[in-house]
Every structure is written in C-alpha cells, then in structure tokens.
C-alpha cells in the first residue's frame, strides 16, 4: 500500500492536471486569434489608407482614362459621349468576395446623338444624366475599365449593391483630396 503523502501528490494522469492543460491550450488559441485579427485588420487598414493615397494622387489621370473607355465603349446605344464631369466625395467600398477596394464617383455625363444614328431625332439626348463610375484598386493600383452604373448617385449605387459591397470610410477618399 501506498503511504498517504504519495496519495497527495497529483500524477500527470489525474484529471485535474489534464483539465488545467485544456484551458491553458484554449487560452493561448484564444489570445492567438485576437492577435491574428489585430494583425489582419492593421494591414488592412494600411492598405485601405494607401489605395486613398494613390487615389487622390492619381485622380485626374484615372478621370481621363474613364471618360475616354467609357467613350469607346458604344454604350447607350447611337449616342456619342460629349463630357463627362466628375464630383467630389467618391465613396469606397470593399468587394465582400474578393477584398478589393472600389471607388463609387459620381459624374454627370451629357451625349450628342451620332449622325444618322437611332437617337438623332430624340429630343432627350441633350438632357444630362447622373451616373456613377467605377474604379477598382487591384494589385495596388487603381483601374477603371470605364464601367458606369446610369441613373443612380454613389450612395443610390453602394446600397443597389449590397449583397456584395460593403461600404468603407466614406470620407476616406474626400480627406485625401485636401
């Protein structure tokens, strides 16, 4: 028989000890994956002030490109893109499956009918429209492929398409402007 002082003193195979090693196994993960978070959202917050950055930089060259791919793109129909004028605020948001970053920059855009098109005789081609055009931030820099969403304001736009934007810093873009 064992004496009772070696009773006393816990084995490595008492479940007391094995609990104490789970907690301390679930608190380390746990406190892993709170640094892990902190980290994912630190970058991601770098890279968001960095594609703000770059486009406030890059803005007028970006306007151009839009208006001269939105232009070749024949869309409307019979219709020739006259100006374009960009405003002020663009709102960002992050694509929810990729992770990209959009710009949504409102413009108002004004047409002249082609000559000897469809829309000649259409009294409303000299009426301005609104539109919203989109920039992407993807391999750290910003693009457009002169995509323009017709009759909808930027904040009309992101809410259109929420299921797969997520709005950002809204403000992030305009206070890179100053």
């Not at 709102?91 to 000559?115: K, M, N, P, Q």
């Amino acid at each position: 028989m064992l004496a009772d002082a070696d009773r006393a003193c816990p084995t490595p195979y008492d479940g007391g000890m094995y609990l104490l090693m789970i907690f301390v196994v679930l608190v380390m993960l746990t406190a892993a994956g709170f640094a892990v978070r902190f980290f994912l959202r630190a970058r991601s917050a770098r890279r968001l002030l960095k594609a703000a950055q770059q486009y406030s930089h890059d803005r007028n060259s970006l306007e151009q490109t839009f208006f001269q791919t939105a232009a070749a793109s024949g869309k409307p129909r019979g219709l020739k893109w006259k100006q374009c004028d960009f405003h002020e605020n663009p709102l960002l948001a992050r694509d929810r499956s990729t992770g990209e970053f959009y710009s949504l920059t409102g413009v108002t855009v004004s047409f002249e009918a082609i000559a000897g098109g469809d829309m000649e005789d259409v009294q409303a081609v000299g009426n301005l429209r609104c539109a919203t055009a989109v920039f992407v931030y993807r391999d750290s820099r910003w693009t457009t492929d002169g995509q323009v969403i017709f009759n909808l304001e930027p904040h009309e736009a992101l809410q259109r398409y929420r299921d797969s934007l997520e709005p950002m810093a809204d403000q992030i873009l305009a206070a890179g402007n100053e």
